[in-house]
């Protein structure tokens, strides 16, 4: 395969045209000749760029990738930088970012629910109008601390942050991955008793408390490395590529 046609399957079954994002998603960078083998990670970095290389590959799905808005307009600094790294190494580059976080099942939000165990398990979380997250139930109700545990086991984040100002016991999760704060304020208008999110702030720490709501932070890397890595599984069963997950542990 080439990377024109790995590009058309993912934007297929990640309906990219539904989503009006700053990112610009799809294929990014195109290389020369065929792709036999893909690897997956969250950013695309120099970093990214060299692991991948190292491990052969002719193409990288990201979640956040190069080109956001008209930042590509000057190939200047580290944006020359960045670009060359991808056509030294005949690196194709493809980003997907609000779609990945929406899919329904190979997304960031449905399989962090699926990592929690979370049963009934539906659309949350508005985002300039589009659908991002999503909410379910915990197959028993859990203390404050019991979910920070089972979060730690499922997720694996360097760290956790959480604002107690909701109900001591837990029910109802909504879930947005990455920097989501304003999240809360809509968990807790459908009165979900928690808010999980990557990236605690400010502004999450008064939405918390002004709403009286739980909300835990398990890093925006942390909670965006599920996206990529399904994404990656269910390419190499619908393709003969070999695919793998790069995986660096940001605690951010």
Not at 20 to 30: A, F, K, M, P, R
Request: negative net charge; contains cysteine.
């Amino acid at each position: 395969m080439n990377c024109d046609e790995i590009a058309a399957l993912l934007d297929r079954e990640l309906r990219l045209s539904a989503f009006s994002d700053v990112s610009n998603n799809g294929l990014q960078i195109e290389n020369e000749g065929p792709v036999t083998r893909v690897a997956t990670a969250v950013d695309a970095s120099l970093e990214t760029f060299e692991a991948a290389a190292a491990r052969g590959a002719q193409m990288l799905l990201v979640h956040h990738g190069l080109s956001w808005g008209n930042s590509l307009a000057r190939i200047t600094g580290v944006n020359r930088r960045l670009v060359a790294a991808a056509l030294r190494h005949n690196l194709a580059v493809y980003a997907a970012h609000l779609p990945l976080d929406a899919h329904p099942r190979l997304g960031n939000n449905a399989q962090l629910a699926l990592a929690l165990g979370l049963t009934r398990v539906r659309p949350f979380m508005d985002y300039h109008g589009q659908t991002i997250g999503c909410a379910g139930l915990l197959p028993e109700p859990l203390t404050r601390d019991a979910f920070e545990h089972r979060v730690r086991e499922a997720v694996r984040p360097r760290r956790v942050e959480r604002f107690d100002f909701g109900a001591p016991l837990l029910r109802t999760v909504g879930i947005c991955s990455g920097g989501a704060p304003e999240g809360i304020a809509q968990a807790a208008r459908e009165g979900l008793d928690v808010y999980l999110c990557g990236e605690a702030n400010l502004v999450a720490y008064n939405l918390a408390r002004d709403w009286g709501a739980n909300a835990l932070f398990a890093g925006h890397y942390a909670t965006e490395r599920f996206g990529v890595r399904a994404l990656g599984e269910w390419l190499a069963k619908e393709t003969d590529l070999s695919v793998e997950f790069i995986d660096f542990d940001l605690p951010y």
